[in-house]
């Protein structure tokens, strides 16, 4: 999918989300599939790159981080 058609389909299904309230998301997903070339002057180029990097497959939940050592105690 290309960056500018997953940006306009964000903005769409954002916009959907916002502008319906209590909606589910696979009524916010139909209309923004149907209806993202509407909001492609809205949409911008970096914004789909960076949801298509995001959402790339085998990404993991949680982001690995390093565990530090515990902090050395006071001595008097």
């Known amino acids: ?7 306009a389909q ?3 299904y954002a916009w959907y989300t916002e502008v319906r309230g209590r909606t589910t998301p696979g009524e916010a997903l139909r209309f923004a ?4 070339t509407s909001f492609v002057p809205a949409a911008h180029e970096g914004w789909g790159k ?3 990097k995001v959402a790339r497959p085998g990404r993991q939940a949680g982001r ?3 565990t530090l ?8």
Do not use: H
């Open 1 to 7: 999918m290309y960056a500018l058609k997953m940006s």
């Open 10 to 12: 964000f903005a769409a």
């Open 33 to 36: 599939e149907q209806n993202w």
């Open 50 to 52: 960076l949801l298509m």
């Open 64 to 66: 690995q981080t390093k």
């Open 69 to 76: 050592a515990p902090a050395p105690a006071e001595v008097n």
